[in-house]
């Protein structure tokens, strides 16, 4: 293919792109090439490019790109840049070296940043997962778009909602989402914030219960919920579930959690869910001054490296029997346990055993019974 046909898909491609705001989807469909017809389509507002051409169409553009890269650049070649890094965002954007090209030409005005958000929109569509298209957003209201508001930040939580329900375990969506909720918290009543944020969120993890990028967005939103109240910035009473202190939010969490189990069993993503949510109440509500044996330090370190006591390494047989055939730990007069964390405790180690003892499959079982060896190495 010659270099004055790749211009023009490439061309009209970026014309699309500039004259529509209102663009849905864009994804490349398989053409064979055999038709005379022009490789680039807009149906309803989503743009779609033929795979026969996509091979030849990007070689030219990204060998444009890095030649122009390499020299002083002038208005002429500015344009053209332009359109080369958007062709090839648009079907590798993983490629970090093009949104650096992107950046300059948005310091240079050549750019604007509302047709920046529209790539990544085009290019999330497509690739829901895509790091870099996140980045790129974060970059952009971070230097370009500060002095514009925060009205942006609710318009990109819907963004995170779209792109979550486009691509399952949405990591990076996830994550974008709690660094908006970081900016927000600082700018935006807290109550009426977190209590919109929770009812939301809380919506979509009870049909999403697998999704572990959730519910750990659940349980950092619980722990920003916390420290707000601890800080005198938001009022539990006023935010779902609508509690008077910190330990009966982390309760209520909890209960909330045991129900999902109790309808959903076997799924692992709770479990771990519930952990967090155990540890989070344990620092959080337990007295941090709280004296404790070295035994107990000892076991703390156990827990992060997956050793067992006495030991450099244990197998995986050993450490089952270390948690759930070993008797406690005697308890001595130096330690001083909280009595709400004792109560914790003591709770889960039964809800664990109730639920292996529900166990309907091998798999359930063995899910539950993972969880009776984690409630077994909390000290009570």
């Known amino acids: 293919m010659d270099s004055d046909t790749c211009e023009r898909i490439i061309s009209k491609l970026h014309n699309l792109v500039s004259l529509n705001t209102n663009l849905g989807d864009f994804d490349i469909v398989y053409a064979s090439g055999e038709d005379n017809v022009s490789p680039v389509a807009c149906v309803e507002g989503n743009i779609s490019i033929a795979s026969w051409c996509v091979k030849h169409v990007y070689a030219h553009a990204y060998h444009s790109s890095l030649r122009c890269k390499q020299k002083l650049w002038s208005y002429d070649e500015c344009e053209s840049l332009t359109r080369w890094t958007q062709f090839c965002l648009l079907i590798r954007p993983e490629v970090t070296t093009f949104w650096n090209l992107r950046r300059a030409l948005i310091k240079k005005g050549l750019v ?11 290019i999330l569509s497509r690739k829901p997962k895509c790091i870099e298209a996140f980045y790129e957003r974060q970059w952009l209201y971070t230097k370009v778009l500060a ?3 925060h009205e942006w930040i609710r318009q990109e939580i819907d963004l995170c909602t779209w792109a979550t329900s486009r691509h399952q375990n949405n990591y990076h ?3 974008h989402r709690l660094w908006l909720l970081n ?25 999403h219960v697998s999704e572990h990028s959730c519910m750990h967005y659940v349980n950092q939103l619980v722990e920003r919920m916390a420290l707000s109240s601890k800080e ?17 939010l982390y309760e209520a969490m909890l209960s909330w959690n045991q129900n999902l189990i109790v309808q959903y069993p ?23 001054a709280t004296p404790v044996t070295a035994r107990e330090h000892l076991v703390e370190e156990c827990l992060v490296s997956g050793n067992e006591i006495g030991t ?11 948690c759930c055939d ?43 019974q993972a969880y009776v060896r984690t409630v077994g190495r909390f000290s009570v």
């Open 326 to 368: 070993q008797p406690a730990f005697k308890r001595t007069c130096v330690e001083n346990v909280s009595g709400d964390w004792a109560s914790l405790v003591m709770k889960e180690r039964k809800f664990a055993e109730a639920c292996v003892t529900a166990a309907t499959s091998d798999f359930e079982k063995s899910v539950a």
């Open 183 to 207: 900016k927000l918290l600082l700018h935006e009543d807290r109550n009426d914030l977190l209590k919109s944020e929770f009812e939301s969120v809380m919506e979509w993890a009870e049909v």
């Open 232 to 248: 005198g910035l938001c009022s539990l009473e006023r935010v779902p579930p609508y509690v008077s202190s910190v330990a009966q």
């Open 312 to 322: 450099q390494s244990a197998t995986k047989d050993e450490t089952n029997s270390w």
């Open 266 to 288: 076997g799924h692992e993503t709770l479990f771990y869910a519930r952990k967090s949510l155990v540890l989070k109440f344990q620092r959080d509500c337990v007295d941090t």
């Open 173 to 175: 969506a996830w994550n």
């Open 147 to 149: 002095t514009s508001g």
């Open 112 to 122: 604007s940043g509302d047709q920046e958000l529209l790539l990544t929109k085009l």
